[in-house]
């Protein structure tokens, strides 16, 4: 049974770079799935981020494309976000997560258990 | 983007009731639309997919109905750990959406 678990720090300064790393256990990365990032701001609703296929196809939302990079790294099982020019509102918990399909059918099927990243100086 | 709109926005029921909320998008997503549970302290969990579609483990008190523009959850014979936060998100097109939440709590 597959398992996520995001990886990276908890704090970052404003205007700094939020680096995340999501290592998938028990699956493949190399299955027929997309890889997404979502976060959720404390107390409040759920934000896609983008997903990416391991073969490198990506998709990413355009209010965060500007700031955001996705990568998969197969030899390691794990993919990863990076968020630049971070501001307080960036502060949310972040979760990786699989994309599982059912036919033209996409949906969350498994998610990490989340890590909160906090911005502050 | 499309808008999701769900209601209410928090609802107080009773062990036993039947608990109905609704999602409501800005343009129709036919059937692409997906509702999750989210615990306090927990990542959501997905219960329903491609509208009415129960996710295998999910208990089948849980049903999902709609297409177009109009969907619901309902929850028949409502239990002690459903009271969650839920959530509908769209999948007919990116940036995929979610709504803002239904809180049920205990009355």
């Known amino acids: 049974q597959v398992q996520l678990q995001e990886s990276g720090p908890g704090l970052v300064k404003p205007s700094d770079t939020l680096s995340l790393t999501c290592g998938v256990s028990?699956?493949?990365?190399?299955?027929?799935?997309?890889w997404a990032w979502i976060r959720q701001p404390p107390g409040k609703g759920l934000e896609w981020i983008g997903f990416?296929?391991?073969?490198?196809?990506?998709y990413y939302n355009p209010s965060l494309k500007s700031r955001v990079t996705l990568s998969v790294d197969t030899s390691k099982n794990q993919f990863s976000l990076k968020l630049t020019s971070v501001t307080a509102v960036d502060t949310a918990m972040y979760y990786c997560?699989?994309?599982?399909?059912?036919?033209?059918?996409?949906?969350?099927?498994?998610w990490g258990q989340g890590t909160l990243v906090t911005v502050s100086s | 983007d499309i808008q999701m709109t769900q209601s209410p926005s928090s609802l107080a029921t009773s062990v036993g009731d039947r608990v109905t909320i609704t999602c409501r998008t800005n343009q129709s997503i036919a059937d692409f639309l997906n509702w999750y549970q989210q615990k306090l302290g927990r990542a959501p969990n997905l219960l329903i997919y491609?509208?009415?579609t129960l996710q295998s483990g999910v208990p089948s008190r849980f049903s999902g109905s709609g297409s177009g523009t109009d969907f619901t959850l309902t929850i028949t014979g409502l239990q002690p750990e459903d009271f969650a936060t839920y959530f509908c998100?769209?999948?007919?097109?990116?940036?995929?959406?979610f709504g803002q939440g239904t809180r049920l709590e205990i009355k």
């Open positions: 028990g699956y493949s990365i190399r299955n027929s799935n997309f």
């Open positions: 997560a699989r994309v599982g399909t059912s036919g033209s059918y996409r949906y969350i099927d498994s």
């Open positions: 491609a509208a009415s």
């Open positions: 998100q769209q999948s007919y097109t990116t940036p995929y959406t």
């Open positions: 990416i296929y391991y073969s490198g196809d990506i």
